[in-house]
């Protein structure tokens, strides 16, 4: 599987998140920190994927993924560790871990793979 197909969507879940959190507490924090890491996060999906049409890696969008995703799952694991509340922040701490994982197997294994001619 690619980067870009599970980055754009935790990227807009993360813009969503931030905006209903800001809708329903008024959490500058969440919009502020929903807004922004969702917003990087589109952006380096569409890199990625923009870099794949061209038949390349975008590791400049590999290392953006991992640091967003790495920053926010430790950022969120403090946060649910300290008020024990499952959402939002033990869901965004499990997903965000999740995909660090992942991105760090992707820049393991030699970012995304193409497909041969013959497929």
């Known amino acids: 599987m690619h980067d870009f197909c599970f980055t754009i969507p935790y990227g807009l879940i993360l813009v969503a998140g931030g905006i209903v959190g800001y809708a329903r507490k008024g959490s500058t924090a969440s919009l502020a920190g929903g807004l922004g890491t969702g917003l990087v996060l589109l952006l380096a999906g569409y890199l990625s994927l923009q870099a794949f049409h061209k038949r390349k890696n975008s590791y400049l969008a590999l290392i ?39 991105y760090l197997y992707k820049i393991i294994t030699g970012g995304n793979h193409f497909p041969t001619k013959s497929e």
């Not at 950022?75 to 869901?91: C, E, F, W």
């Open 64 to 102: 953006l993924e991992t640091a967003c995703a790495a920053v926010l799952a430790w950022v969120m694991v403090h946060r649910y560790l300290q008020t024990s509340k499952i959402m939002p922040a033990g869901v965004v701490a499990g997903i965000s871990a999740v995909m660090t994982v992942f």
